[in-house]
């Protein structure tokens, strides 16, 4: 089955992608009106915003760039 791109009127807009801020969690566009997601998305939009809430609350310091994992060696 073809995958659907969603019309600009449809609530359905998929998981939410906050951002931390400095002291606040930026959600970037929201819809103005009614969003709808499916279970998954919403379970995903939840934890998501948890984690933003928790790097909010870090001093800004402590947000900073952090170091990427090294990629396995092979060794």
């Known amino acids: 089955m073809p995958h659907k791109t969603p019309k600009s009127d449809d609530p359905r807009q998929g998981a939410l992608n906050p951002a931390a801020g400095d002291g606040v969690v ?34 800004p310091h402590s947000r900073a760039a952090k ?8 060794q």
């Open 26 to 59: 930026i959600v970037k566009d929201p819809p103005r009106g009614e969003m709808q997601m499916t279970p998954d998305e919403a379970d995903i939009s939840g934890i998501r915003m948890l984690d933003a809430a928790d790097e909010a609350r870090k001093p």
């Open 67 to 74: 170091p990427k994992p090294r990629p396995n060696s092979g």
